[in-house]
């Protein structure tokens, strides 16, 4: 079954701190990954997209990382400010002319 | 601002009602999309337009239609309201179908409660 996993399902930092967030799939084929901020009552807005040859790539204090072969992503966020307080989505493409598969995200917060 | 325009952004109504959400795109962009998350779920595909074409469908029930338009605007009709209806409704937009770097863009979206 295509599925996106995401782990942890809520975290608590404080401002300041790094974080990194994981996000595991089963999609096959794979066509790329995604990761978004959604913040509360809006829509996502993208952060990064990685195709199957792409291992890391960065957005200033987003980086995020891809494992094609064990089918993991990760996020990570450097020096966390309290703006960072978003849920983070994890999307993959199935195949060339498939449908993005969402996973339910990780809910960040960011404490002063 | 994504540049992807939803009206209304709140929708109040009761079980049994008939609804319709606006959605305009992003200039330029041909692909239309729209999406469902219920309360701590992750975003469900309902279904893609693309350039005034049904592209592909997800789990969309019978109930729910859509169209897309000349002038590439869609609207979302859902019919015989259920209170499970009741979450944030989505629409997202791009230039083709999202393959490799195409980036995907989300209005604000409109949040509908069912009563």
């Known amino acids: 079954k295509n599925q996106v996993e995401q782990s942890p399902q809520s975290l608590i930092i404080l401002e300041g701190k790094n974080c990194t967030l994981q996000c595991n799939y089963t999609v096959s084929p794979f066509s790329n990954l995604r990761w978004y901020k959604q913040d509360t009552g809006r829509g996502p807005v993208s952060l990064t997209i990685?195709?199957?040859?792409?291992n890391t790539k960065s957005n200033g204090r987003y980086t995020a990382t891809l494992d094609a072969d064990t089918k993991q992503s990760s996020l990570h966020i450097t020096a966390s400010q309290l703006s960072d307080s978003a849920s983070y989505i994890c999307?993959?493409?199935?195949?060339?002319?498939?449908?993005?598969?969402f996973g339910k995200g990780t809910k960040l917060s960011v404490k002063p | 601002d994504s540049g992807v325009t939803q009206t209304p952004k709140h929708l109040i109504t009761a079980t049994g009602q008939r609804v319709t959400l606006r959605c305009s795109p992003r200039?330029?962009?041909?692909?239309v999309y729209w999406y469902q998350q219920s309360l701590d779920q992750g975003l469900q595909f309902l279904i893609q337009y693309y350039n005034g074409e049904e592209r592909a469908k997800g789990n969309i029930l019978e109930r729910f239609s859509a169209q897309q338009f000349p002038d590439l605007h869609s609207e979302l009709n859902l019919s015989s309201l259920e209170l499970g209806d009741s979450a944030l409704y989505f629409c997202a937009s791009s230039v083709g179908q999202v393959a490799g770097n195409e980036k995907l863009f989300f209005g604000s979206g409109t949040q509908l409660s069912v009563l």
């Open positions: 999307v993959v493409r199935r195949g060339s002319q498939g449908n993005l598969i």
């Open positions: 200039s330029g962009d041909l692909s």
């Open positions: 990685m195709t199957f040859s792409e």
